[in-house]
């Protein structure tokens, strides 16, 4: 069987593939590269949803490429509005040559004598498998198992006689309108797809649990829209990108601080944009302190509107069963439906579903450190983004690829093959990969690489520190080790 080699393999082209492939064309332009995609379009996860009102959780002037500015006015994009400036990102910088649609990588086996990764790729028109080889493999597939959101697996729901969806599943054959719809579940996903469903529903239901917290904020930017007129784009578009990640970061550092005080300022936002007699108290008042899971976002209190429109409602309970006719409720209540939306999240996967072996051991990513957030202890040559969860995705991803041309041209310089962590005695495993509790990070828990106890090994999750040592840090010190396999 033939077999293509190329010196860097990145697999996913959606916002951090696509970045990877800016980056390594810009900084490492003798470096060959192939960006790997299962799926026949670019975009990941923005490709893949497609519910009503699909959109960004981020702004877009810190979830858009440092090297491309986001120009609309909305800084809140819909998932189209993504799509088409991915779409140009692409087209801009002529990566669409090295993006191969319908391959999706099975395995990759290391080879620490020969300084190569080796692998097995599925090709998913015709189901056969090809081999790719590459010295570097960049793992740019989200943080998510694109196959199957998470579903608890409910009492009774085969009795249920209308329609079950995942929002991870949803086709344009869903059909909601005149419906008694129910959502169960109250994160990002809920907050989005509810407002923009619930006027062409009967009713819509929104079924938690437990609350959660939401920031209502505008989604224009009015210094954004004011500086665009007066500034060249490129211009205005770095001046609100800092405005922003500044204001982020000290928000996120206010909220750790003082939690109780901004926990109380977020519910009371809530009452001021829900009728006086509203029980926030139980639907809108987390047992958890902000940002112990991430924030969702309501632009312009869009979930507020909805609500104080009679069109939704909000229930706190739990689950007993499905029914015929809908749920029934540990309360002893049953909600009607004709369609159930099952927004319970995401099944976390890390290495994007690969099987990864070194010099012919299987790896068990749970057993590894993780190593500025990117590489694991022990594996050579292999980077895995995955960007912040207390600001935007993209801010991440961006410091990830610039870390990797840095690292690769290092090692051209030096004359080395290949790079690996090795941690040190004085290093020990302390915390969890992600210092969240949201449900689907602690279900993943156990499946994850750990943090250790020292830097480089602290997955710190700080963009402004992290951006001053990836891009003036030395790239050199004793937990990792650079290896020369030439004669």
């Known amino acids: 069987m033939s077999q293509e080699h190329f010196n860097v393999v990145v697999v996913g082209a959606g916002i951090s593939g696509i970045g990877a492939g800016y980056h390594l064309q810009k900084k490492c332009p003798d470096k060959s590269f192939v960006i790997l995609e299962r ?16 959109r960004s959780d981020s702004d877009m002037h810190t979830m858009g490429f440092s090297f491309k500015p986001w120009t609309s006015a909305k800084t809140i994009a819909d998932g189209p509005s993504i799509l088409n400036y991915l779409d140009e990102a692409v087209e801009e910088n002529n990566l ?10 099975k395995t990759a086996s290391w080879s620490s004598s020969e300084s190569v990764w080796r692998l097995e790729v599925k090709n998913q028109d015709d189901g056969t498998l090809r081999n790719f080889s590459c ?20 009492k009774g729901r085969e009795d249920f006689s209308g329609q079950i969806i995942h929002p991870q599943k949803w086709t344009d054959e869903v059909d909601y309108k005149n419906k008694k719809v129910v959502v169960i579940g109250s994160g990002a996903t809920a907050a989005t797809l509810i407002p923009a469903m619930a006027p062409e529903t009967l009713h819509t239901t929104m079924l938690q649990r437990s609350p959660s917290y939401y920031l209502s904020l505008p989604d224009v930017d009015v210094i954004h829209s004011f500086l665009m007129k ?15 990640i500044l204001l982020g970061h000290r928000l996120f550092t206010k909220f750790k601080e003082n939690p109780e005080k901004y926990k109380e300022l977020l519910i009371n936002d809530v009452r001021e944009n829900l009728e006086p007699d509203y029980d926030v108290d139980t639907h809108f008042t987390p047992y958890y302190m902000p940002w112990d899971q991430r924030l969702c976002f309501a632009p312009n209190a869009d979930l507020f509107e909805a609500i104080k429109s009679g069109k939704v409602s909000v229930v706190t309970d739990t689950i007993d069963r499905f029914t015929e006719k809908g749920i029934k409720l540990d309360s002893g209540s049953e909600l009607e439906a004709d369609l159930i939306i099952t927004a319970t999240g995401l099944n976390l996967q890390l290495l994007n579903g690969i099987d990864i072996k070194v010099d012919n051991a299987t790896v068990d990513i749970s057993e590894k450190m993780a190593y500025k957030g990117m590489m694991f202890s022990h594996i050579p040559n292999l980077v895995a983004t995955f960007g ?15 870390y990797v041309c840095r690292l690769l041209n290092y090692m051209t310089k030096k004359g080395f093959d290949y790079c690996m962590p090795k941690p040190g005695e004085d290093v020990r495993t302390e915390g969890n990969y992600l210092n969240l509790t949201s449900g689907y990070i602690k279900r993943a828990a156990h499946k994850l690489p750990k943090q250790g106890s020292k830097a480089p090994w602290i997955n710190t999750q700080d963009y402004l520190r992290d951006i001053v040592e990836v891009r003036l840090g030395s790239l050199t010190n004793k937990d990792l080790e650079f290896i020369s396999v030439r004669e």
């Open 39 to 54: 799926r026949q379009n670019i975009g990941g996860t923005w490709d893949l949803f497609r519910f009503p009102g699909i």
């Open 230 to 244: 007066i500034l060249p784009h490129r211009l205005a578009y770095f001046l609100v990108r800092w405005k922003n």
């Open 96 to 105: 669409a040559p090295k993006i191969r649609f319908g391959h999706q990588v």
């Open 388 to 402: 912040y969860t207390t600001a935007s995705w993209t801010l991440g991803a961006d410091l990830t690829n610039e």
């Open 135 to 154: 010295n570097f493999l960049q793992l740019c597939g989200g943080y998510y198992n694109y196959d199957e959101g998470y579903s608890p697996d409910f």
